[in-house]
């Protein structure tokens, strides 16, 4: 029924999608960094409209081929120009290889923002995540440490535009998609700096309504202060063991430099706990 009844609203999104404007604000990802939490803030919003089905359509990653008409399909009947701004949240995004080109092509001046989260904590729970829906079968500890031979040349393969969707790459690379300098500095090139917004997540959390004003300043928006702020779509876990958080911590060092310099500040996590 619910198959049937998504199928029917994209069907007369489809007829009627010269009246659907697209999308001028994306939140790109990271997958499991607080995308949900953005996207329910987000949704309620006086100026935004979230997609009619999902929170996400997937259209700039593994649905491109689909073409416009189709994505457009996805967003509310806009009748009055500068009424209300659509936007989308698929966290596959960042981390595709050619979204970020693709959204600069088609969306120009669409604003991304982007999640970053302790990126330990971040694989982690991509991991639980992947594990929980039958798409992983091995220990964290063992995932992490096969990362980079079970997903070589996946990355490749997705930017030679094949239009075949990379299992591996969206559901594997548990590290890699931690590795944020290089996925956000690909935004930059293709939309621009002043384009690009990125929300420590742990900031988010700690300090929701201030965070969430500044973003929406970011954006444009006028101030919306939400009634709750919540950690929805959580999937708390077992904590990991200090040797293997250890290691993880060091592997991500000189990645979580980089971000600090691409972003002129100290990622939340890597700073100093005040005395």
Same mark, same amino acid.
């Given at each position: 029924?619910?198959?049937?009844?998504?199928?029917?609203?994209?069907? &007369?999104?489809?007829?009627?999608?010269?009246?659907?404007?697209?999308?001028?604000?994306?939140?790109?990802?990271?997958?499991?960094?607080?995308?949900?939490?953005?996207?329910?803030?987000?949704?309620?919003?006086?100026?935004?409209? %979230?997609?009619?089905?999902?929170?996400?359509?997937?259209?700039?990653?593994?649905?491109?081929?689909?073409?416009?008409? &189709?994505?457009?399909?996805?967003?509310?009947?806009?009748?009055?120009?500068?009424?209300?701004?659509?936007?989308?949240?698929?966290?596959?995004?960042?981390?595709?290889?050619?979204?970020?080109?693709?959204?600069?092509?088609?969306?120009?001046?669409?604003?991304?923002?982007?999640?970053?989260?302790?990126?330990?904590?971040? $694989?982690?729970?991509?991991?639980?995540?992947?594990?929980?829906?039958?798409?992983?079968?091995?220990?964290?500890?063992?995932?992490?440490?096969?990362? $980079?031979?079970?997903?070589?040349?996946?990355?490749?393969?997705?930017?030679?535009?094949?239009?075949?969707?990379?299992?591996?790459?969206?559901?594997?690379?548990?590290?890699?998609?931690?590795?944020?300098?290089?996925?956000?500095?690909?935004?930059?090139?293709?939309?621009?700096?002043?384009?690009?917004?990125?929300?420590?997540?742990?900031?988010?959390?700690?300090?929701?309504?201030?965070?969430?004003?500044?973003?929406?300043?970011?954006?444009?928006?006028?101030? =919306? %202060?939400?009634?709750?702020?919540?950690? &929805?779509?959580?999937?708390?876990?077992?904590?990991?063991?200090?040797?293997?958080?250890?290691?993880?911590?060091? =592997?991500?060092?000189?990645?979580?430099?980089?971000?600090?310099?691409?972003?002129?500040?100290?990622?939340?996590?890597?700073?100093?706990?005040?005395?």
């Amino acid at each position: 029924m619910l198959n049937g009844a998504r199928k029917a609203l994209l069907g &007369w999104g489809f007829l009627t999608a010269d009246l659907r404007p697209p999308p001028e604000i994306i939140v790109v990802g990271a997958q499991r960094a607080g995308t949900t939490t953005l996207f329910r803030l987000l949704s309620e919003h006086p100026r935004l409209r %979230r997609p009619t089905i999902n929170k996400g359509t997937g259209y700039f990653d593994d649905d491109y081929s689909r073409g416009t008409r &189709w994505y457009r399909a996805h967003f509310p009947i806009r009748l009055r120009r500068g009424a209300t701004l659509a936007f989308e949240c698929s966290g596959y995004y960042l981390f595709h290889p050619l979204a970020a080109a693709r959204i600069a092509r088609d969306l120009p001046g669409c604003q991304v923002v982007v999640m970053v989260r302790d990126p330990v904590e971040r $694989a982690y729970s991509s991991y639980r995540h992947e594990f929980a829906r039958g798409f992983e079968t091995l220990s964290f500890a063992d995932a992490v440490t096969q990362e $980079a031979e079970r997903t070589r040349g996946l990355g490749a393969a997705v930017a030679a535009d094949s239009g075949v969707p990379s299992f591996g790459h969206r559901h594997h690379c548990y590290l890699q998609r931690s590795q944020y300098a290089e996925q956000i500095a690909r935004f930059v090139a293709e939309l621009g700096r002043d384009r690009v917004h990125v929300v420590d997540a742990n900031r988010l959390f700690a300090d929701p309504v201030t965070t969430y004003l500044d973003l929406q300043r970011s954006l444009g928006l006028p101030s =919306h %202060r939400p009634a709750e702020v919540g950690r &929805w779509n959580e999937r708390p876990g077992a904590p990991l063991p200090d040797d293997l958080r250890n290691h993880l911590q060091d =592997h991500f060092e000189p990645h979580d430099a980089a971000l600090a310099l691409l972003l002129g500040d100290t990622p939340s996590w890597r700073k100093e706990p005040s005395r």
